[in-house]
Each structure stands twice: as C-alpha cells, then as structure tokens.
C-alpha cells in the first residue's frame, strides 16, 4: 500500500511537466503527419482523373476510404494500445504509412489507389494518430485542455505545409514520385512513436500493455471452467465464448456506455452526422476552384490559409475553452463552431473568384479552430478517462462510416448535375442540421438533470450523509483511479 502510495505522488508530481511536453510535441508532430496528411489529396484530384480516366466519384473513393479508415480503425488502435503500448501502436502507425504511399507511386488503376493509398496508409495514418491522442490524456491532467488544443495545432501545421509542399513537388516531378517522398516522409511517425515513454500504472501492473492471460474474456472462461467439471458441456463452452465475446465488444467499443450515457449518445450520433458534410470542402474545394479558372498554384494555396488561421486560433480556442466558465458547456462552444463552418460554405455559392474563396477560407478556418480543439475534449468531458480508448474507438468507427459514403455520394450528384455548387449545398445542410441537434439535446438534457437533482435533494440528502460516515478509506485507495507513472529506463 505504501509502494502504491509512493508511486501515486510520484506520478501526480510528474503530470504536466517534464517529459509530458516533449510527449505534446511528438503528439503535435503527429497530428500534422496524420491528421493534416489528406488536406493535401485535392491538389492531385485533377492529375489522378486524368491519369486514370475516372470520374469525380470513383476518384473521391480514394482520399474517402483514407480518411475513413483514419478515424474508423479506433477499435483495432485500441486494442494495440492496451496490449503493446501507445509506443508501438504510433510506430506501427508510421511504418504502414510509409508503405503504403511508397507502394502508392507504382498503382496502375484506380483501385489499387484504394488498397495501398486508402487503406493501408488510412490504418497507419489511425493507429499513430488515435494511440498518441491517447496518450496524452495520461499525461496532462491540469493542463488537459490546452495540451488537446496545442496538440491540435498540428493539424494545422498539417493543413498548411502539406497542400504547398504537394503542388510544389507536384509540378516538378510528377505524382508518383511526390507520393514515393510522402512516404519517407511519414516514416516520421516512427520517430515521434520513440518519444513517448510507456506509462505504468502506480500498482506497477503496466497500464498500456496487460498480458494476455489477463483479458476480461479468458478470465471469465477460466472462472466458469473451473467451476464445472473437468469436461464442460457443449452448451458451456458456447455461453463461455458469448460471454467472452460480449465483454471484448464492451471493452473496445464501449457499447454499455453509448446505451447508458445521454450524453455521450447525443454528441456520437450528431458527430457522425456532422461528418456527412465536414469532409466536403476540404475534397472538393481545389478542383472547384480549379474548374472556375483559378490557376492551380493558387488553388491549392486556399488550403494552406486555412491551416496557416488554425495555428493561431486553435490555442486561443483552447485556452478560452479551458476557462472555468465554460466547464461542462463546452458542448455548446463546439456546435457553434460546426454551425459556423456550415453556414461558410454559402459565400462558396455566391462566388468562385479568388478573393472571394479567401474570404472563405478565412471563415471556414476559424470554425474548423473550434471544431478540431475540442472534437476530443468535449468527449473527455462526457466519458470517464479510464474508458476514453474504448470510446474513442465506437465515436470514430461511427463517424468513418459517414465519412466514406458523403464525398462519393456528393461526387455522384455533381457527375450527374455538372454543377459543383451541390457540395457546398450538401455540407451545410449536414453541418447545420448537426449542431442544432447537439445544441438542443444538451440543452434539453441540462434542464431534465437539473429538474432531477433539484426534486431529489430534500429527500436524498440525510440519506446520503448517512452514507458518507461509513469508513470508506482503504476502499477508495484500492479503487482509487489509476494514477501513472514515467519510465524513464527504457
């Protein structure tokens, strides 16, 4: 008890400073390489449908199934994470990336695009991205909000660098040989993968990497089995394997929570619905203003505003949103950034000159500030740290659904139409329709929790003393959450 007690302060001592900011760089690192990786798809849409005589659907496919696989591989991550580490799932991550753009640069149809593009750097892109999200909630705990929202800023570094550096490369040397350096270039991940220390909890017992014969599942089936005799029934033996598989759905994907927390349910689903539209712009937006007579340089410099505003704006974001005033309303800062983003895409209809797309851009980027700051802060704050990974994992795989159906579906409608306003059009109707949604609902679940609270106090209360004067101290301190601690050995 003592040891553990040693270890839980030594811990808490070492959380938010020392080793835990040079982890936030890596972490920055990563978002930049990962998340802000694809902003830079649209500079090759028009050379990739030329080069393979697609049309905006098929070729909408292939930057839609990166991203998808991006957020929806969280449940794959997770389970990387709680067996080897976050170490190795970001190095792992990096690895495949760098494979799968390399091997990129030698398809020869479209659909190869898909396997080694799509998928194969999407699931590297994913397990370096989601472990080192992760791992930061262990590390900050004061400084969790702003650790998020500078972490962050690397998607914004992302989205700046990565549209220049592509057309650049682009003109000079062709696509195949632009996505062979991406792939050294995503090789990186591996490095900032090196950084981050494995985390142990204070018991000792490693947090990140439990041996395989601890799993909830094999205990369960070694309990019933040893009960039973020395050959269980058939019958046994299946409802050992159902069990087992219950508790590995629940542990990954988290399930038990989306059924019994509102809140979680309203900001999962109205995230995945926002994701039907958020997508849009950032597929669409250079070959739109390609297509209206902007000259390519200078559309695949739009991108790079929008990143180059967020760097700025996200920290600003961040510490506002970490101000005690907005603690447990952070919901609403977040659907009314979404609401912002939706209705920017209307100036995108009014007109396609270049100063016009500036003016866009700008706005656009500010809402995608608020929206890319708090994503995973506002979940933080409806689900407990110790089941943030598993419901990390339902959010994402939810929200990759919708977004790898909206830019094919949207691609579909202007190959039939001719007309690229309907993307604009369709982001905004999912954009808005999602953050009235979330706005209202936690609105309207904040008055019922308040109206409940307020109508039990008088008869919960002597109750509830009554309670607290039980000796609960060696309980708490078995159960207490788990605290961490740095290796710094290896």
């Not at 849409?45 to 930057?63: C, G, I, R, V, Y």
């Not at 991205?129 to 590390?139: K, R």
């Not at 659907?335 to 912002?340: G, Q, Y």
Request: charged residues 10%.
């Amino acid at each position: 008890m003592s040891q553990g007690g040693a270890a839980a302060r030594e811990a808490a001592k070492s959380q938010d400073q020392g080793w835990a900011w040079m982890v936030l760089l890596a972490a920055v690192l990563l978002q930049g390489l990962t998340l802000g990786f694809p902003s830079c798809i649209g500079v090759f849409f028009t050379d990739l449908q030329h080069e393979f005589q697609a049309s905006n659907s098929k070729t909408s496919w292939f930057p839609s199934i990166m991203v998808a696989v991006l957020h929806g591989g969280g449940p794959l991550c997770s389970i990387l994470v709680k067996r080897f580490g976050c170490r190795f799932a970001v190095m792992l991550g990096g690895l495949l990336s760098g494979v799968g753009m390399v091997s990129s640069s030698f398809c020869k149809s479209i659909s190869q695009l898909y396997l080694t593009a799509g998928l194969i750097t999407g699931l590297g892109s994913c397990f370096s991205f989601q472990a080192g999200v992760t791992v930061l909630g262990y590390y900050f705990v004061r400084w969790r909000t702003l650790a998020n929202a500078m972490a962050s800023t690397g998607v914004s570094l992302g989205f700046t660098l990565w549209p220049l550096l592509s057309q650049y490369l682009l003109d000079e040397m062709g696509w195949r040989n632009t996505f062979l350096i991406f792939g050294g270039i995503l090789l990186n991940c591996c490095v900032c993968g090196a950084i981050m220390r494995p985390v142990q909890l204070a018991s000792g017992s490693p947090l990140q990497s439990p041996k395989p014969a601890e799993e909830p599942g094999k205990r369960a089936e070694g309990a019933q089995l040893s009960n039973g005799a020395s050959s269980p029934h058939p019958e046994l033996q299946q409802q050992t394997r159902r069990t087992a598989c219950f508790q590995m759905l629940q542990k990954y994907l988290a399930f038990d929570i989306f059924c019994q927390n509102k809140g979680y349910q309203i900001y999962t689903i109205g995230v995945t619905w926002m994701m039907m539209g958020f997508a849009l712009p950032h597929v669409y937006l250079v070959p739109y203003a390609i297509q209206n007579g902007v000259e390519e340089r200078r559309a695949a410099l739009l991108i790079s505003i929008i990143g180059f505003i967020n760097i700025f704006i996200r920290p600003l974001t961040g510490l506002l949103s970490g101000h005690r005033v907005f603690t447990g309303r952070r919901i609403y800062l977040f659907s009314l950034a979404v609401l912002l983003c939706g209705l920017s895409n209307f100036i995108c209809v009014i007109s396609a000159e270049f100063s016009v797309l500036i003016i866009y851009c700008v706005i656009l980027s500010i809402a995608m500030s608020g929206i890319g700051a708090l994503t995973f802060q506002v979940l933080m704050d409806v689900v407990e740290m110790d089941r943030f990974s598993s419901a990390l994992g339902l959010f994402t795989i939810l929200e990759s659904i919708t977004l790898l159906i909206g830019p094919p579906l949207t691609g579909l409608l202007v190959d039939i139409t001719g007309d690229f306003h309907y993307v604009f059009y369709n982001s905004s109707f999912f954009l808005i329709s999602a953050a009235l949604f979330m706005g209202l609902n936690f609105f309207t679940l904040e008055k019922k929790n308040k109206l409940k609270e307020a109508s039990k106090v008088p008869l919960d209360n002597p109750s509830r003393y009554q309670h607290n004067e039980m000796p609960t101290e060696p309980q708490s301190e078995s159960q207490s959450p788990p605290a961490v601690v740095y290796i710094t050995s290896i």
